[in-house]
């Protein structure tokens, strides 16, 4: 049984040819009416996969001090814009807000805003934030100092990949086979965004490139380079992308990603070089493991505080959400955190700054 989008799809691949996998991202993901984010809550035991927000509320907490923090380190600027990207449930920031209720002006300067397209999602932020007010996209923030959090975001964003042949590239395109979606191969070009990744790869090697993170990075860089302000971005992925990085998740289980269009998360790991880089000219930290940033800010002696009185299956699961944010076999290598900071603004808590080049 095929989806309508599966149908859409293949209707338009039959009239314009083969589309590439960041149009098919985009439209298996955000089509109005069939894609997976419009119209559906896709995290919890329900949905198909869970974040680090809804695993414990340490997670948002932790982030929230960390923030706040920042804010004070850069002599609290008042009034600031505290912004999410793609909050989910809204979990992360009521749970950050929770935290900081204590450190003082901090909520009195904060003018929160999130970005955020889904209607659904939209819904479920606005029952734990009714004080937020909504954007479709990082354009729109209000001006000023600038306090932001994006988890588990930039990996949603729609990426063409580009396989090397000799000193050129072919993408690959998605096309009509037999009824069925399937992965092909367009014609060999010269790709001068690539001349780099020349050194660093062989022929068959597949590069992914992702124009939006681009663009939303040179966003955000270029307003905290100006204005203040902090950007946590934690995510999957690593330095430089390198190979074949798509993923379904469909019931928490791994699934074809042109089997069923719309019906499935769809993600690429991130390329952290490339949101740093067009960040310029603000700075940024280093690469840091999730699990060593979250150690760093205090995870494990929150885990134990909040442990006391816990007792049974309870306490169990409790050590289980420590343990999944945190160990280096469960999130905590394959997700890293970089920060994006105005030139000479001391490091948030938990991370360093990238020595100077």
Known sequence: MTTPLHDILGRQIATTGPMTLADYMATCLMHPDHGYYSTRDPLGVAGDFTTAPEISQMFG?????????AWLDQSAPTP?????????????????????ARVPGFHGAARLHLVETSPTLRAEQARRL????????VDTLPDGTLFLVANEFFDALPVRQFQRDGALWRERVIGLEGGRLTLGLAGAMPQPA????LDDTQDGDIVE?????????????????????CALILDYGDWRSLGDTLQALRGHA?????????A??????VDFEVIARAAAPATHSLLTPQGVFLERLGITARAQALSRGLAGETLNSHIAAHRRLTHPDE???LFKTLALLPQGAPPPPGLELRATP
Not at 61 to 69: N, P, Y
Not at 80 to 100: H, I, K, Q, Y
Not at 220 to 229: F, K, N, Q
């Open 331 to 333: 999130m905590g290598s």
């Open 130 to 137: 009714p004080q937020a007010r909504w954007h479709d996209s």
């Open 61 to 69: 907490e932790l982030l929230g001090l960390c923030l706040a923090q």
């Open 194 to 197: 690539l001349a780099p990744r």
């Open 264 to 269: 499935a998360d769809l993600t690429t790991h």
């Open 254 to 262: 791994p699934a074809d990603p042109f089997a069923d269009p719309g």
């Open 209 to 229: 490139t992702c124009a939006p993170a681009q663009s939303i990075a040179a966003t955000l860089g270029a307003r905290i380079a100006r204005d203040g302000g």
């Open 80 to 100: 600031f814009v505290l912004a999410e990207l793609g909050p989910g449930r809204g979990t992360l920031m009521a749970d950050a807000l929770r935290a900081t």
